[in-house]
């Protein structure tokens, strides 16, 4: 069936260090994926996006990777930082479609 | 620009109560959506709309209704409440469909005891 989901619930990382968060998705018609953070008590909030035509593409210390082979997508931080605290969501978008389904989320500690 | 906004920001509500959560947005954006979350899980799509006037059921409407009497507010409402329905709501909106990203509100949380 349709499911975004995400291997870790949680990651712990030391401050400075790179992180990477990784989704699996199962439909291989998804064009368009779209990394969120969401802060304590806020709305999610748009991090870095990609198309399905596309295998990696950067942001401002973010790096999102695609890897429409085996159906993965992983976001990556460098130099992780406290800010960068939070639960992060993948989510997956079909052409034609107006549903976008997120993944449950995994949350990010950066240890001092 | 304030983006989107969503009053109120905490509501108790005893079972059977009705509410009305407002989102509203002045980035001229035509889709609305609302969303709750639920711990341990991703947002859920309740309903959506397309442009004013216009509202679509999502994942999971039960127990909600929505209207879009104005393109910057889209309303949720839940007519009678039930304890499955305590959760955090959120509104988002965008400019296009399905490859725009979404903005979304602060959230509402709602326990229905």
């Known amino acids: 069936g349709e499911s975004v989901g995400l291997h870790l619930p949680t990651l712990s990382v030391q401050e400075g260090d790179n992180s990477i968060i990784n989704c699996a998705y199962s439909n291989s018609a998804s064009d368009y994926f779209i990394w969120y953070k969401q802060e304590s008590g806020k709305g999610p909030q748009f991090i870095i996006d990609?198309?399905?035509?596309?295998d990696k593409r950067q942001g401002q210390r973010v790096t999102v990777l695609l890897n429409k082979t085996v159906k993965h997508l992983s976001l990556q931080i460098a130099a992780t930082q406290p800010g960068d605290s939070a639960v992060y969501f993948c989510a997956e978008n079909r052409s034609g479609g107006f549903k976008t389904i997120f993944g449950a989320g995994t949350r990010l500690f950066v240890k001092a | 620009n304030a983006g989107v906004t969503q009053t109120p920001k905490f509501r108790v509500l005893k079972t059977g109560q009705s509410m009305t959560l407002l989102c509203a947005q002045d980035m001229n954006h035509e889709y609305m959506y609302w969303y709750r979350q639920d711990p341990g899980m991703g947002l859920r799509l309740i309903h959506y709309s397309v442009g004013e006037g216009t509202t679509a059921k999502g994942e999971v409407p039960d127990g909600y209704n929505v209207s879009r009497l104005k393109k910057q507010n889209f309303l949720l409402g839940l007519e009678s409440a039930a304890p499955s329905q305590t959760s955090v709501y959120f509104c988002?909106?965008?400019?296009?469909?399905?490859?725009?990203?979404?903005?979304f509100g602060p959230g509402t949380r709602l326990t229905v005891t």
């Open positions: 990609i198309r399905s035509n596309m």
């Open positions: 988002a909106s965008s400019y296009g469909r399905d490859l725009y990203e979404q903005y």
